[in-house]
């Protein structure tokens, strides 16, 4: 469902463009003024160059600005402080916030500090489940974590099999669970499941098991999901992860092997992007906590992930600019006091809020 836009009648608005000397804020400026004299808006402008012309991407010297006073009738001056700031980047943002109408006080979970922002990340697979950001971080909560594939529901009884398979990597070997290999160290899977029962649908499962990987010396796991029998992924495929409590054994009435409280994270991928395989976590055994991903690959086993190409998305997402780090900027830009406690401060960013993409969005936009 599409978001509602609220809109509002204005008699006057400033409006800030900043981004990289060359990011083209003097043009974008030029245009949004042009158009709103057009339409009949009375304008004055003001241009803000950087002081080095050339200087570095990203660098805070370099900064270009344009600011645009709109209004209903006649304008004099192009404002003091601007409603709305156009930051292209986090070095735009730091800089120019200052010249945005100040806030007051603001809270940011420290965990927003391993969440990066998803600008240019894929994200549309995603849908009806709660979700996360790619390269969210979830600690690991006790010694044990199961993974489930889920698939079939409100389908009739076919031949449809889907896969979930789990890479375990040491400095020196890796290891696989899956349909080929159901047993590993620290690795235990539920069996290899080719067709769904009538509109029920079925699921797999694989239990991992801390202190085993640990003694083993392993470094990460990764998890993937793949569709064997068919061109893609089942729609409506759950996958995640879970706590695991009680034995690993499936229902028959409905296929599911677990309490539903007892799921850390899942999501469901939508049926309008489909891809032959999925890669969607990473466990970090060293840290206990498992990086939420969704990295497409073709091909009817994990072996088609590539491990160098996992490799280079997790280093591209550490190297992201975070939430909390541009939240961080947005205090220190406006002059807000960061506090301890959320009942005292008048904006409050918590873990919860960042799992909300939608929420996120509209803090970037």
């Given at each position: 469902?599409?978001?509602?836009?609220?809109?509002?009648?204005?008699?006057?608005?400033?409006?800030?463009?900043?981004?990289?000397?060359?990011?083209?804020?003097?043009?974008?400026?030029?245009?949004?003024?042009?158009?709103?004299?057009?339409?009949?808006?009375?304008?004055?402008?003001?241009?803000?160059?950087?002081?080095?012309?050339?200087?570095?991407?990203?660098?805070?010297?370099?900064?270009?600005?344009?600011?645009?006073?709109?209004?209903?009738?006649?304008?004099?001056?192009?404002?003091?402080?601007?409603?709305?700031?156009?930051?292209?980047?986090?070095?735009?943002?730091?800089?120019?916030?200052?010249?945005?109408?100040?806030?007051?006080?603001?809270?940011?979970?420290?965990?927003?500090?391993?969440?990066?922002?998803?600008?240019?990340?894929?994200?549309?697979?995603?849908?009806?489940?709660?979700?996360?950001?790619?390269?969210?971080?979830?600690?690991?909560?006790?010694?044990?974590?199961?993974?489930?594939?889920?698939?079939g529901k409100g389908l009739h009884a076919q031949h449809l099999d889907m896969d979930l398979s789990c890479r375990i990597s040491y400095d020196d070997r890796i290891e696989e669970c899956a349909y080929y290999n159901l047993t590993c160290t620290?690795?235990?899977?539920?069996?290899?499941?080719?067709?769904?029962?009538?509109?029920?649908?079925?699921?797999?499962?694989?239990?991992?098991?801390?202190?085993?990987?640990?003694?083993a010396g392993a470094r990460y796991a990764t998890f993937t999901c793949n569709a064997y029998s068919c061109g893609s992924l089942s729609p409506n495929l759950v996958v995640g992860w879970m706590n695991s409590v009680g034995e690993m054994t499936?229902?028959?009435?409905?296929?599911?092997?677990?309490?539903?409280?007892?799921?850390?994270?899942?999501?469901?991928?939508?049926?309008?992007?489909?891809?032959?395989?999925?890669?969607?976590?990473?466990?970090?055994?060293?840290?206990?906590?498992?990086?939420?991903?969704?990295?497409?690959?073709?091909?009817?086993?994990l072996r088609s992930a590539c491990r160098e190409d996992i490799e280079a998305l997790l280093k591209r997402l550490q190297k992201k600019l975070k939430i909390g780090e541009l939240l961080r900027l947005k205090a220190e830009a406006q002059g807000?006091?960061?506090?301890?406690?959320?009942?005292?401060?008048?904006?409050?960013?918590?873990?919860?809020?960042?799992?909300?993409?939608?929420?996120?969005?509209?803090?970037?936009?």
């Open positions: 469902m599409a978001q509602q836009l609220e809109i509002k009648n204005l008699d006057q608005v400033v409006v800030r463009f900043s981004g990289d000397s060359g990011d083209g804020m003097q043009l974008a400026g030029n245009i949004f003024s042009t158009v709103s004299a057009t339409v009949g808006n009375g304008i004055s402008t003001f241009p803000d160059y950087p002081a080095d012309i050339r200087a570095p991407q990203g660098s805070l010297t370099g900064v270009s600005g344009f600011q645009v006073h709109i209004g209903a009738g006649r304008v004099y001056t192009p404002g003091d402080l601007c409603d709305v700031l156009v930051a292209m980047n986090a070095a735009a943002l730091k800089t120019q916030l200052s010249h945005a109408k100040p806030q007051a006080t603001i809270i940011i979970d420290t965990e927003l500090f391993d969440i990066p922002i998803s600008v240019g990340d894929r994200s549309s697979t995603i849908q009806d489940t709660s979700c996360a950001l790619m390269g969210t971080r979830f600690p690991v909560e006790g010694d044990a974590v199961r993974l489930f594939l889920q698939w620290g690795a235990k899977h539920s069996g290899d499941i080719r067709s769904i029962p009538e509109m029920v649908g079925t699921a797999e499962y694989i239990e991992l098991s801390l202190p085993e990987l640990e003694k499936i229902s028959e009435k409905d296929g599911v092997a677990y309490d539903p409280s007892c799921v850390q994270h899942m999501v469901r991928v939508g049926d309008e992007n489909l891809s032959k395989g999925l890669v969607f976590g990473v466990m970090d055994i060293v840290r206990r906590e498992i990086i939420w991903l969704e990295m497409p690959f073709s091909g009817q086993t807000l006091e960061i506090l301890d406690e959320e009942n005292q401060a008048d904006e409050s960013y918590t873990y919860d809020w960042a799992l909300n993409p939608a929420e996120v969005s509209k803090f970037l936009y």
